[in-house]
């Protein structure tokens, strides 16, 4: 894309907009890289009303990046526990442990890296939040994308389809150098609040005299459908004496990884054995999958020991499962309940 035939958007109008009226968000009243580093990767796919709650339960149980590396995944992960999309606390763990590494170990001594490039080298971090952090928490010239960004360009340029890379260039054609974390932050704040998908509040956006989509803001950018698979799974959950469930680590690289949870089953449902009892199905929805899972229990307490699901990290359709099964306590045999 020419930059000569950029309209020009008035920065001065956008910046003084988001001084005004940005939200009031909790990370955006510290300087603290970790801090802003744990909103980036909460924010990535998480709305910002619960990223707040997830914020603030991250950095008040691992403060620094030192707590976080001196913790197990596990503990990471139970944090993390609801937030969703689980490879990112993984991923966080591993990347504190590498900031915690001397710099002849290949690690950072223990200092988040202020240079885009050594951001982009972190475990779990890619070209936006490496982007955000540099800019945000160390006032580094860089621009981020995102898909607040796409959209805001997409209609300022009337563009149906715009690329990857000519979003990137008109991010950094207009990154104002000496505020570069409040310049980001404005874009992704209009189009959060204004320039939103559906609705979008042209009548007050600062920058709606440069754009050429404002006649028809919703044509830009196109819709990209999601393709969302239905799966239908089947469990049936046994409980020992305690009434505490038999549930078990999964792998590390799978669907809720290093979660615990009860056995799921694909393929076809089968009926009840004599000893089990069907109680009932739990729906649960994830971006690209859409899941309906046949939830059994057994008549008969498990020989084996189980686990408190309070003292484990456990996805939310796991949560669920086990919550279907004890609001139906009756299908649990007397002796085994607490
Ligand atoms: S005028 Fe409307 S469509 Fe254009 S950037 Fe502003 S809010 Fe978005």
């Known amino acids: ?9 008035s920065q001065r109008n956008l910046l003084d907009w988001y001084d005004e009226h940005k939200r009031d968000l909790p990370w955006r009243s510290t300087n603290d890289p970790w801090a802003i580093l744990l909103s980036e990767i909460l924010l990535q796919q998480t709305q910002v009303s619960r990223g707040i709650i997830y914020w603030r339960r991250m950095i008040e149980t691992f403060p620094t990046i ?3 590396a001196d913790s197990t995944v596990d503990t990471v992960l139970k944090a993390w526990e609801g937030a969703g999309y689980y490879s990112r ?4 763990h591993a990347l504190s442990q590498t900031v915690m590494l001397p710099s002849a170990d290949g690690g950072f001594d223990g200092s988040l890296p202020s240079s885009y490039p050594a951001l982009l080298s972190l475990p779990g971090i890619g070209p936006y939040t490496a982007a955000a952090v540099a800019s945000i ?3 580094q010239p860089f621009a981020c ?3 607040n960004i796409k959209r805001v ?4 340029e009337e563009m149906v389809d715009p690329s990857a890379r000519e979003v990137q260039v008109w991010a950094d054609e207009y990154l104002i150098q000496r505020r570069p974390g409040d310049w980001n932050q404005a874009l992704m704040e209009l189009g959060a609040t204004v320039c939103t998908p559906q609705k979008p509040r042209c009548h007050r956006c600062p920058v709606q005299s440069s754009c050429k989509g404002k006649n028809t803001p919703t044509a830009y950018p196109k819709a990209t459908k999601t393709k969302v698979k ?26 809720f990884g290093g979660l615990w949870g009860p056995q799921l089953n694909e393929g076809q449902v089968p009926n009840p054995s004599e000893e089990q009892r069907f109680v009932g199905i739990v729906e649960h929805k994830l971006s690209h999958r859409s899941m309906t899972v046949h939830v059994f229990t057994s008549t008969r307490a498990s020989s084996q020991r189980g686990h408190n699901p309070l003292d484990v990290a456990m996805s939310v359709l796991d949560q669920k ?14 002796h085994e309940k607490k």
């Open 1 to 9: 894309m020419s930059v000569v035939a950029l309209t020009r958007l």
């Open 66 to 68: 030192q707590s976080m």
């Open 89 to 92: 606390a993984r991923r966080l």
């Open 137 to 139: 928490a160390f006032g």
């Open 145 to 147: 994308v995102d898909g």
């Open 153 to 156: 360009m997409a209609r300022q």
């Open 230 to 255: 239905e799966v239908t799974l089947w469990t049936c959950v046994e409980f020992d004496r305690l009434g505490n469930p038999i549930i078990s680590q999964r792998p590390q690289d799978g669907l």
């Open 321 to 334: 499962v086990i919550n279907l099964i004890r609001a139906n306590e009756h299908v649990i045999p007397p």
